[in-house]
Each structure stands twice: as C-alpha cells, then as structure tokens.
C-alpha cells in the first residue's frame, strides 16, 4: 500500500468522520461501501473469510466476456480495445463489438 492510499484506507475504516463521503459522488453506495469494507476486514481479524458474504450488488456485464477471454489469453491487444479491455474514464463512450464484427465481415 502506498503512502498516499494509506489515509484512504483510514478514513474508510473510520468513516464516521466524513471526510471521504463529503468526496463522494454517490455518498450512499459509498456510505454502502464502507460499511462492507469493515465487515470484511472483521472477518480478516478472525481469520475466517470463508463465510464472508458481501451485499453490496455487483455490476456484471456478460457482454462478449468469452471473447474478452479469449483476447486477454491471446494476448491481442487490438482485440482487447474493441473489447473495452482498455484503461478508460466516465466520458468514454464504450465500443459495440457486434457492431465491430459485422465491420470485420462486411470488408471481407
């Protein structure tokens, strides 16, 4: 953990103090995941996580994952991008493989 990480990961465990959730843009699923954050590190304390159970929802895009697979396997970073394998922010407007494929076909 870096130096600068290190008052983060206080300040979520003591989030009372607010200092983090004045930051946040979604104070409640941050608030959320500060709360689960200590839980977990509880059962850390007790060396036991085998039954630990987060209930924070999960955003899980299945989209092209196999594909996604299959470029992070091979390796093939030109795939990855087309994939949104690659580093980008909240203005990024994700790429449509599909729309991709049907690209790759019709030049065919």
């Known amino acids: 953990m870096s130096r ?3 008052p983060n990961i206080n300040n ?10 004045k930051q946040a843009k979604n104070k409640k699923f941050f608030l959320a995941f500060c709360i689960e954050y200590n839980r977990y590190l509880k059962c850390l304390d007790n060396h036991d996580i ?6 924070l929802p999960i955003q899980m895009d299945a989209t092209c994952n196999g ?3 299959l470029s992070l396997l091979s390796l093939d970073s030109k795939l990855g991008q087309e994939l949104n394998l690659n580093e ?3 203005d990024d407007k994700p790429k449509d493989f599909y729309s991709f494929v049907v690209f790759v076909l019709s030049i065919i």
């Open 88 to 90: 980008s922010t909240w």
């Open 67 to 69: 594909f996604q697979h």
């Open 50 to 55: 085998s039954w630990f159970e987060t209930y």
């Open 4 to 6: 600068a990480q290190a």
């Open 12 to 21: 979520i465990k003591n989030y009372g103090n607010g200092i983090l959730i």
